[in-house]
């Protein structure tokens, strides 16, 4: 198997650092796929997705990359100078 990013609308295979390919054969095998998610994340990719190349096109997997997003309620948290006065000592325990 082999784990290549593609470029969702292009169809374009990351080869190497600023550089894309057409041809699956010609794209960098990351090898697994946290590393590929890392990579992609890192780099700041839009509209890429992972290609779970195997031997047998059948079996291929795509799956998108997003980048991940606070939840919409959950509040900022606090910095530990900002906590009411009462809150602080907690840290010291």
Known sequence: MKVLLRHAKTGWYYQEPSKWTPLQEEAFDLEGLPRAVKLALDARFDNV?????????????????????????????????????????????
Not at 63 to 71: A, I, K
């Open 49 to 93: 997705e992972v290609l779970l190349s195997f031997d047998d096109p059948r079996f291929n997997l795509v799956l998108p990359v997003t980048r991940p997003s606070p939840p919409p309620d959950a509040p900022p948290s606090p910095s530990p100078s900002k906590r009411p006065v009462g809150d602080r000592h907690k840290d010291q325990l």
